[in-house]
C-alpha cells in the first residue's frame, strides 16, 4: 500500500502542469458538475412517550419543519484514463414552526456535509486505487446487511432530514480512507483502510453534535473483501475485517429465473457491534451510586444473519422480503430492564439535586440508544421487512415499506412517492410521504412516542 501511494504522490509531482490545468483550476469540474436544489415541508405528529424530563415531555407533540438543501457532485480527470476526482457536497438548513424539545434541540440549523472526496488512480487494466472520503459499499439488504462490516453514525440534523426515492437519507455518512481493488470478468478483490483519527468522548449527545472524524473515523478498521462472478446463477462473496473489530461474513446472491432472485448474508463478530446497558452499571446507579457510564460494547461473540428474495414484475415494479436476526439484540428480559430503570429514573423525589441527576441520566440513555440506531443498528433480534417499487402511470414511482419487530409487535411503515414534473420543466421532481412508528410505550419503535408524520418537498436539478 505504501509502495502504490508513493507511486501517486511520483505521478502528480511528474505530470505537467499544462495536463492539470482543466482539472485544478475548476474548468472540467464546472463543465461536469450536477446541481440539485433540494425544498421539503414535513410534519412530526408524537404522542406522549414514557421519557419526561423536568416532568415535562421532551418532545414537542406537533412541528411543522422546513428544509433546504444543495448538492453539487463532479468530476473531472486529472489524468486521462489514468487519475480521476471526484466530490460531492451538501449544504443544508432547517428551521422549525414551533419551539423543539429538550430531546430535540440542535445547536446548528445549518450545516456543510463532505459526503463524497475520492480520488482514483488506474494502476492497470484490472487494479485501481480510490483514496478520500469514501461512501461505503452497500450489502445486500436494505434493512440490515451483516456484511456491512464497517459503519458509520448518521451526520445529519437530529430533528429533520431530507428524504430520496430509495427511502433513506439523502446524504449518508463517510470516512477517510483507501480501497485498493482488483477485478476482472470472474473476481474481484479488495482491501479498504480506515484509519482512526478521533475518539468519541460525549456519548450522552447525539451523533449529529459529533465531529465529521468522530462520526466516520473513531475507529481503525481493515476491510478485505472477495466475490466470484464465476458462476451463472449465484455470486458469492467473502469479507474480513480487522482492526478494533474482527468479523468475517458471508454471502450471496441467487438468481432463479430472471425474476426472482434470493439473497443472505451471515457475519460472525468477536465482540459486540454496539453499546448495550451494562448491568453492573444499571445496579450500582439503582443503588444511588452514580456511576458514570451505562453502557458498553463487550468482548461478546455474536452472529447476524439475513435472508430474503426479491421478485420483479414485467413491468418492472419489484417486491421485497427480507428476515434479519442478531444475537446480541436485547432479549425480552434485558429490554424489560432498560424499561425499569427509565420508569426507576422517571420517579420524581421532590429533592432538586437528585432529580437533576436523574434527567442527565435519561439524557444519556436516549443519546445511547438513539446512536445505535444512528449507527444502522437495531436493538432487538428478530425483524421481518417487506417493501415494493411500484411503476404508476406518468412515470410515478410509489415506494411502500413496512418494518416488524417479531419480539414486541411494534411497527415502523411509511410510504415514498416521487415523480418528475415534466409539465413545469424536465428538471423538476416532486416527492412526498408518510411514515408511523407504532407499538407500545415499552416496545422499540414507539420507545420515545408512537410518530406519525408525512413531507413533501421539490428537487430542481440544475
Given at each position: 500500500m505504501k509502495r502504490v501511494l508513493a507511486r501517486v504522490a511520483l505521478v502528480?509531482?511528474?505530470?505537467?502542469l499544462s495536463l492539470l490545468a482543466g482539472c485544478l483550476?475548476?474548468?472540467?469540474?464546472?463543465?461536469?458538475?450536477?446541481?440539485?436544489l433540494y425544498e421539503q415541508m414535513s410534519y412530526a405528529g408524537k404522542q406522549t412517550s414514557p421519557w419526561q424530563i423536568n416532568g415535562k415531555n421532551p418532545y414537542t407533540r406537533n412541528n411543522v419543519f422546513n428544509d433546504a438543501g444543495i448538492n453539487i457532485a463532479s468530476n473531472c480527470a486529472v489524468i486521462d484514463n489514468a487519475l480521476n476526482l471526484d466530490f460531492s457536497l451538501y449544504g443544508l438548513t432547517w428551521y422549525g414552526a414551533r419551539p423543539l424539545g429538550e430531546f430535540e434541540e440542535e445547536d446548528r440549523r445549518s450545516r456543510v456535509i463532505l459526503e463524497k472526496l475520492r480520488v482514483m488512480y488506474s494502476i492497470s487494466d484490472q487494479v485501481q486505487l480510490e483514496m478520500g472520503k469514501l461512501k461505503p459499499k452497500p450489502g445486500l439488504f436494505f434493512l440490515r446487511s451483516p456484511?456491512?462490516?464497517?459503519?458509520?453514525?448518521?451526520?445529519?440534523?437530529?430533528?429533520?432530514?431530507?428524504?430520496?426515492?430509495?427511502?433513506?437519507?439523502?446524504?449518508?455518512?463517510?470516512?477517510?480512507?483507501?480501497t485498493l481493488s482488483a477485478d476482472d470478468r470472474q473476481h474481484a478483490l479488495s482491501l479498504s483502510v480506515v484509519p482512526k483519527l478521533s475518539t468519541i468522548d460525549k456519548r450522552y449527545l447525539s451523533s449529529s453534535a459529533w465531529s465529521d472524524n468522530q462520526r466516520g473515523n473513531s475507529s481503525e478498521s481493515w476491510l478485505l473483501s472477495y466475490s466470484s462472478h464465476q458462476f451463472r446463477d449465484h455470486t458469492p462473496?467473502?469479507?474480513?475485517?480487522?482492526?478494533?473489530?474482527?468479523?468475517?461474513?458471508?454471502?450471496?446472491?441467487?438468481?432463479w429465473t430472471p425474476q426472482m432472485t434470493f439473497k443472505g448474508e451471515m457475519a460472525f463478530h468477536r465482540g459486540q457491534r454496539w453499546r448495550h446497558l451494562s448491568d453492573r452499571q444499571r445496579q450500582a446507579?439503582?443503588?444511588?451510586?452514580?456511576?458514570?457510564?451505562?453502557?458498553?460494547?463487550?468482548?461478546?461473540?455474536?452472529?447476524?444473519?439475513?435472508?430474503?428474495?426479491?421478485y420483479t414484475t414485467d413491468n418492472f415494479s419489484l417486491f421485497g422480503l427480507e428476515y434479519y436476526f442478531q444475537?446480541?439484540?436485547?432479549?425480552?428480559?434485558?429490554?424489560?430492564?432498560?424499561?425499569?430503570?427509565?420508569?426507576?429514573?422517571?420517579?420524581?423525589?421532590?429533592?432538586?439535586?437528585?432529580?437533576?441527576?436523574?434527567?442527565?441520566?435519561?439524557?444519556?440513555?436516549?443519546?445511547?440508544?438513539?446512536?445505535?440506531?444512528?449507527?444502522?443498528?437495531?436493538?432487538?433480534?428478530?425483524?421481518?421487512?417487506?417493501?415494493?417499487?411500484?411503476?404508476?402511470?406518468?412515470?410515478?414511482?410509489?415506494?411502500?415499506?413496512?418494518?416488524?419487530?417479531?419480539?414486541?409487535?411494534?411497527?415502523?411503515?411509511?410510504?415514498?412517492?416521487?415523480?418528475?414534473?415534466?409539465?413545469?420543466?424536465?428538471?423538476?421532481e416532486a416527492f412526498g410521504g408518510l411514515y408511523a412508528a407504532l407499538g407500545g410505550a415499552d416496545s422499540e419503535f414507539a420507545?420515545?412516542?408512537?410518530?406519525?408524520?408525512m413531507y413533501v418537498g421539490l428537487k430542481y436539478y440544475l
Open positions: 502528480l509531482s511528474c505530470t505537467p483550476s475548476g474548468t472540467e469540474v464546472a463543465q461536469n458538475a450536477t446541481v440539485t456484511a456491512d462490516l464497517v459503519s458509520q453514525y448518521y451526520g445529519g440534523f437530529k430533528p429533520t432530514r431530507l428524504y430520496d426515492p430509495q427511502m433513506r437519507s439523502a446524504y449518508q455518512s463517510s470516512s477517510w480512507a483507501a462473496g467473502v469479507r474480513v475485517l480487522l482492526g478494533d473489530s474482527q468479523s468475517v461474513a458471508f454471502s450471496d446472491s441467487v438468481t446507579l439503582e443503588r444511588y451510586e452514580f456511576p458514570s457510564s451505562l453502557y458498553s460494547a463487550e468482548d461478546k461473540p455474536g452472529v447476524e444473519l439475513a435472508v430474503g428474495g426479491e444475537s446480541e439484540g436485547y432479549s425480552r428480559a434485558q429490554w424489560q430492564k432498560q424499561n425499569d430503570l427509565l420508569r426507576f429514573l422517571d420517579a420524581r423525589t421532590g429533592y432538586d439535586p437528585l432529580d437533576n441527576a436523574f434527567d442527565s441520566y435519561k439524557y444519556l440513555m436516549s443519546s445511547e440508544i438513539s446512536n445505535t440506531g444512528n449507527k444502522g443498528m437495531l436493538q432487538r433480534k428478530h425483524y421481518l421487512n417487506g417493501w415494493a417499487s411500484l411503476q404508476a402511470g406518468g412515470q410515478v414511482a410509489l415506494q411502500p415499506y413496512m418494518v416488524l419487530n417479531l419480539v414486541d409487535a411494534s411497527t415502523l411503515a411509511g410510504l415514498h412517492v416521487s415523480a418528475p414534473l415534466t409539465t413545469l420543466s424536465d428538471n423538476l420507545l420515545f412516542g408512537e410518530t406519525v408524520g
